[in-house]
């Protein structure tokens, strides 16, 4: 059987790439989203399984032990991929930052780097606080989004903007029908 397909979704707080995710993967049982650890408090409303939440030791651990696809620090918080173990005739997706998607992409060329912007900065902001988050971090989201853009630019396969979410679905949906019918 091929190898998997990796899908890698990147881009600012407030993209909506949380939500993009969790569609893709509803809608196809053929898609496995990897589920990152991290050392960051557990937003108000954030679902449990959002992350596995850890302390640094723990998180430290499994960095020693080799456990992680990739790894980086932002904002002040740890944020790893476990190495994944994926049942064959899965494909799978990653939801992580542009540094952590370079080391992806230094192991799996191959891998496929869709970057989400959100249509402007003051829907950015709209999104974030209405999702509930700390206004520090709603400003250091926002903060980081003009460099997260501006590399992203460079460095992604595909880049799309999140206005019309059913759209933004779709589109990513036919990058992986492309692939899986090239993979065939
Ligand atoms: P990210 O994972 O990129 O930080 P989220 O998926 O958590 O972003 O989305 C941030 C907020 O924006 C959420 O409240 C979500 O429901 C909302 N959202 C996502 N996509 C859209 C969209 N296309 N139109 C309007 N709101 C959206
Ligand atoms: P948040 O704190 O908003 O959930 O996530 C902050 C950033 O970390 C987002 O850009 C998100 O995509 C990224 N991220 C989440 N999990 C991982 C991971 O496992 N590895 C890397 N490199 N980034 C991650």
Do not use: C
């Not at 995710?21 to 050392?39: G, I, M, N, Y």
């Amino acid at each position: 059987m091929s190898d998997p397909i990796i899908v890698i979704v990147s881009g600012p707080g407030g993209a909506g790439k949380g939500t993009i995710v969790e569609t893709l993967v509803q809608r196809d049982s053929a898609l496995w989203l990897s589920r990152s650890w991290t050392t960051r408090v557990q937003r108000e409303g954030e679902s449990d399984d959002a992350y596995v939440f850890v302390d640094k030791a723990a998180f430290q651990e499994r960095i020693d032990s080799g456990g992680f696809l990739e790894w980086t620090e932002f904002l002040g918080n740890f944020y790893g991929s476990p190495a994944p173990s994926v049942d064959q005739g899965v494909d799978i997706v990653l939801e992580i930052e542009l540094h952590g998607a370079q080391q992806v992409k230094e192991r799996h060329p191959e891998a496929i780097l869709v970057f989400v912007q959100p249509p402007s900065r003051d829907e950015q902001r709209r999104r974030l606080q209405g999702r509930g988050d700390s206004e520090e971090h709603v400003v250091q989201r926002l903060k980081k989004a003009e460099d997260e853009e501006r590399l992203g630019a460079q460095q992604a396969d595909v880049v799309i903007v999140n206005d019309d979410l059913e759209r933004a679905v779709a589109e990513i949906q036919g990058i992986i029908g492309a692939a899986r019918s090239a993979r065939r």
